[in-house]
């Protein structure tokens, strides 16, 4: 685990703020080219709009709509690049298009949309587009109702279930290749020399203890929080972006297969989706111009979403919800309705010395980060090429790729010792994936939090083996199950969780 001293000794290449998966995909990517990064995030990696996204890898065909085309074939070869590079995280996921009173050129508009997102996926190793019967959509889904049902269309896009684990498979790979990178971190100000950045004080905000971080050159990662960094480091207000809120809410399972529905209200687009054994709904897009940390789902929001999807599926008004998450998008400010916002991201030097990535998605991570690392390289005369495109992830070696820790897993068996598979678990994200606290092991490093009891059966066990590594007292013992209960109840928790 990396330390302030670790950041203060010597200048660094480049200093990345921020540990979201545009971060960590900056950092592995220049790590890999030979430049020496350092990356500061200030609460856990992953932490950020990262965690609160629908967890899909996806072209996008509401893209195709706006007229995008770039933009969902940037992403339809992005999804196949990640199928390959991380195969035990991204997997292919069939979606179906129910339709249920929808006209004639609806349907017709959706056959011509499926037809141009597969010419755009020429290179797809997943499953073309097909149109499926009453009975072929009803035996899948019978949960649907059958009122005005005119059969489905089925197609195949991909889901990355923990997007936390490919942000940290990025750092540890950027670790691996001699980055330093130190969450629970805060940059507070930068020193500037004529205007340019030479260096960022940063604070460790566990101990209170600050730092001072210089580099060559800076970039600016922080997704959302985009505007509040860059007027710390210019000592001007900014007011690039445009933040959006959406949120989810899971609920008992109700679907088998992935389905894109139309919401009756507003006619935007959302998905009913099955995850960790449940089903995923969502998003919202509103205006959200406050802290995104305090992002929360609010009833009116949870109301839409079962508004909207209750003409399909009945049955919702009488499932258990387990939980809500919220994420705020990051655009680059556009006049509009929030939905009608492109997704295109940008990338510009913001201040003398720091470049800054505006906007994106997790699905184009890897290319954002790869042109971000060129005009990085073209300023330090750096000419390594970029080898993210065909370099596995650490876990994406092709074995195992139905545990979450892929090739990895070999890693962990080793570190069982007298532990059990909770207690391995545990060693492995302390001594190599930077895991500080109770709620970094249970929400971001494996997926118990994701059980409806939020991992409490699992909690006992790993604390005592979290303990053991981190040294804790039983104070601090106490201390992390309370830090972790408020953590799950600000992650969405409907009710705390209890040992
Ligand atoms: C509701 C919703 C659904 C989405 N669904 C999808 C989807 O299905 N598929 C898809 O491809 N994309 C999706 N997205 C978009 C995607 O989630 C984001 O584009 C992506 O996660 C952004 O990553 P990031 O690294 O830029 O931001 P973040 O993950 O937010 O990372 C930025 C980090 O910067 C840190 N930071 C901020 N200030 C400081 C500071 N002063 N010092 C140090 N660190 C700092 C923050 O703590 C944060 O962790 C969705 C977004 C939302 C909101």
């Not at 600016?220 to 949120?247: C, H, M």
């Not at 070696?397 to 890693?411: K, W």
């Not at 249970?442 to 040294?471: K, Y």
Request: charged share 25%; aromatic share 8%.
């Amino acid at each position: 685990m990396s330390t302030l001293s670790d950041l203060s000794g010597g200048t660094f290449d480049v200093a990345i703020i921020g540990g979201g998966i545009i971060g960590a995909g900056i950092a592995r990517d220049l790590a890999l080219r030979g430049a020496r990064v350092a990356l500061v995030e200030k609460g856990d990696f992953g932490s950020g709009t990262t965690s609160g996204s629908t967890r899909l890898i996806h072209g996008g065909l509401r893209y195709l709509e706006m007229l995008d085309f770039s933009l969902v074939r940037m992403d339809l070869r992005e999804r196949e690049i990640l199928l390959r590079i991380a195969p035990h995280l991204v997997k292919p996921l069939e979606f179906r298009i129910p339709f249920i009173h929808q006209s004639a050129w609806f349907r017709a508009k959706m056959r011509a949309g499926l037809l141009l997102y597969d010419a755009l996926s020429y290179d797809r190793s997943l499953p073309g587009h097909r149109f499926l019967s009453n009975a072929e959509t009803l035996a899948d889904e019978p949960a649907l109702t059958t009122g005005g049902l005119h059969g489905a269309a089925s197609y195949f896009d991909a889901q990355v279930s923990m997007p936390e684990r490919l942000c940290l498979e990025n750092l540890i790979d950027a670790v691996r290749h001699g980055a330093v990178v130190k969450n629970y971190c805060q940059v507070r100000s930068a020193t500037k020399i004529n205007g340019k950045v030479q260096s960022l004080l940063v604070r460790d905000t566990g101990t209170g203890d600050e730092s001072e971080l210089r580099a060559k050159l800076f970039v600016n990662a922080t997704g959302a929080w985009f505007d509040r960094v860059q007027t710390i480091v210019s000592g001007a207000p900014s007011r690039r972006l445009r933040t959006t809120k959406g949120i989810h809410l899971t609920c008992a399972p109700l679907v088998n297969k992935a389905n894109v529905l139309f919401s009756p209200l507003d006619g935007r687009l959302f998905f009913v989706i099955p995850l960790f054994g449940k089903t995923w709904i969502g998003t919202t897009d509103t205006d959200y111009p406050d802290d995104p940390a305090g992002v929360r789902a609010e009833a009116d929001d949870i109301e839409y979403l079962l508004r909207s999807v209750e003409p399909f599926f009945p049955a919702i008004r009488s499932l258990a919800i387990y939980s809500t998450n919220a994420g705020v998008r990051a655009l680059v400010r556009q006049g509009g309705s929030e939905s009608s916002v492109s997704r295109r991201h940008k990338i510009e030097e913001t201040q003398p010395g720091m470049f800054s990535v505006l906007g994106g998605k997790i699905t184009g991570y890897r290319a954002i980060a790869q042109e971000a690392a060129d005009a990085v390289c073209a300023r330090l005369g750096i000419t390594a090429e970029c080898q993210t495109a065909a370099a596995s992830l650490p876990g994406g070696h092709g074995a195992n790729v139905d545990s979450l820790y892929g090739s990895r897993e070999d890693e962990l068996c080793a570190l069982s010792g007298s532990f059990g598979r909770i207690g391995a678990q545990a060693r492995l994200a302390v001594r190599h994936e930077f895991c500080q606290h109770l709620d970094d092991f249970l929400l971001r490093r494996t997926e118990h939090a994701f059980a409806p009891d939020w991992g409490a059966s699992v909690a006992p066990e790993a604390l005592a083996a979290l303990a053991v590594e981190l040294a804790w007292t039983k104070a601090q013992r106490e201390e992390e199950w309370r830090r972790y209960r408020a953590a799950a109840v600000r992650a969405g928790a409907v009710t705390e969780p209890r040992p």
